[in-house]
């Protein structure tokens, strides 16, 4: 059974940084691509980042040159650095795998 836990999240001001981590068990994660979501209050789950099994990247535009998506698979974790943060990023952030879902961590940026 999958089993996926984010960690990393807090409250931070405008402007600061956080790293989320997101750790794997009950699966290799090396041959599967990864993915970063976050979920605001009233709105609908959407995805921030995403890293395929080779490393290839992709950032939705909102997150672009300030969010950073990575692995390691020797860690059989995947992190997102995010730099810059704003009040709009606030949101649950959830790790997802296939079809597992991490609990989520919050992230809430303050003004």
């Known amino acids: 059974q999958v089993h996926l836990v984010e960690s990393g999240g807090g409250l931070v001001q405008a402007g600061g940084s956080l790293r989320l981590s997101c750790a794997a068990s009950g699966i290799i994660i090396n041959i599967h691509g990864m993915g970063w979501y976050r979920q605001a209050p009233g709105k609908q789950r959407e995805l921030v980042a995403e890293?395929?099994?080779?490393?290839?990247?992709k950032y939705a535009d909102s997150v672009k040159e300030r969010f950073t998506i990575s692995r390691d698979n020797a860690k059989n974790t995947m992190y997102l650095q995010m730099n810059s943060l704003k009040p709009e990023d606030t949101a649950v952030y959830y790790c997802?795998?296939?079809?597992?879902w991490g609990q989520g961590t919050l992230v809430t940026v303050s003004s």
């Open positions: 890293i395929t099994s080779g490393g290839t990247t």
């Open positions: 997802n795998l296939r079809t597992s």
